[in-house]
Structures are given as structure tokens and as C-alpha cells.
């Protein structure tokens, strides 16, 4: 009982329907986009992590298999393995020949992997398209096998010049720390040819394509930044907001 006098304690006034409603959805919306990010990235890091299982395994059965140079037919003459190393970037290119050019190509791409999780994340957490993630994680795997070989397979390999290489312990392998050697091994000679006489300048020499051998970390990259540069402003859009979104906005 209330005494004479002493005043009924407020009650808030019941909320709008539809503002209740707008309320419930917004919250729904905001899980249901945390969930898909979710998602999305641990699909983005899957891929990364096939392709790094995939580049590393084919590595270490050729590091470990064959000799230096050896090569064999795989697909008839177009499709072969062939056992290179490369203290370089993709398809054997080189920043120099000193030990100090493979340190900083090699540093350079531990930053580089560091800050294309950082991005990928970035790009998931914005709502892009699946093909652009999809894209970035592969780029970024194509990096990370590379850098792994470069850090550590001087450490855990013994010289692959004259014989075949064995795994050692650690620290007992060719080289040191970051003065790993890039293991290539596929090589897709499609066109294996001589020029006719009649063609300038190169008339009569031999002409392939082609020519780099390479390995699944590069086929990876170029996989990645070849559809970034042909589909780049359909991939470069975030997803249209779905039905949620637009109630939750209103």
C-alpha cells in the first residue's frame, strides 16, 4: 500500500513496435555479419593453408628424390619436373648475387606475409567480395611457401649438387638462417622450337615457351594477381547489404 500522499513510481512507457522490431533485427544483423566474417577469414587462412601444404609437400619430394638438373616427363614433353633452385624471387629471378641481397629479399618478404594477414583480415572485416579474399589468400600463400624455404631449408637440407639431398637436424643443413634456396620444379615447355630463317633477329635459333620452371607458390601468386588484373572492378566491390542490413539501417 502507498501512503497518502506518496507518489506512484514511473514506469518507462512501452516501446514502439517498430522500434522493437528495428532493435531485434539490428542485433540479429550485427551477429549474422559477425558470424560471416568469421567465416570467411577461417575459409581465407584454409586456403592458405592448402596451398602451403600442397607447395611444401611437392618441395620436400623433390629436394629429396632428385638430383640437381634431373628431369622427367610428367604429361608428354609439355609437362615435366624439373629440379632447380633459385636464390631469387618468382620464376627465378634475382635482386643480386650477394648474400646480402638474398638477406633483404628475404626479410622483405617476412614483412611483407606479416602485413597480408594484416590485410586480408582488413578485407574480410569490409565486407569484399569472396573472389577478392579468395585472391588475396592466395597471393599470400605463394609468399609465405616461398619465404619458408628461404628462412629455413638451408638449416634442414644438406646440398643437392652433386648428390641427392637428405633432411638433417636443424642447423646442420647448406646454409644459415634466411639464406635458403626457392626450390622450382614444373616446367610446361608448350612450344619447343626453332625459329624459320625468315624471322628477324631470331631466325634460326631455338624459341620455347614456357621456359621458367617454377612451383606452386608461384603458380599461386600469379593465379591471384592475374584475375586481381583482369576482373579488378567487379572484385574490388564490397557485398550488397542483404535484406537484414536494410532493415536494420531504416
Partial sequence: MLRRGAQRPAFSQPANNREVLLNTAGIIFAADTSEKFVVRYRHAILIV???????????????????????INVLGTWFRLHFIENEGMAFGMRLSEAATGKLILTLF??????????????LVDKGYRPGLIICGSLILAGALGNLIDSIFYGLIFTESS????????FGEGYGQLFHGRVVDMLYFPLIDTTLPNWVPVWGGKPFSFFEPVFNIADAAISCGVI??????????????????ETVAAE
Fill in 162 to 169: 652433386f648428390h641427392i639431398a637428405r633432411l638433417v637436424p
Fill in 227 to 244: 584475375t586481381l588484373l583482369l576482373f579488378q572492378k567487379r572484385l574490388m566491390q564490397k557485398d550488397a547489404p542483404d535484406s537484414k
Fill in 49 to 71: 593453408l592448402l596451398v602451403i601444404i600442397a607447395d611444401q609437400f611437392s618441395k620436400f619430394y623433390i629436394k629429396t628424390n632428385f638430383y640437381y638438373g634431373e628431369e
Fill in 109 to 122: 618478404r617476412l614483412v611483407a606475409v606479416v602485413f597480408g594477414f594484416f590485410l586480408l583480415k582488413r
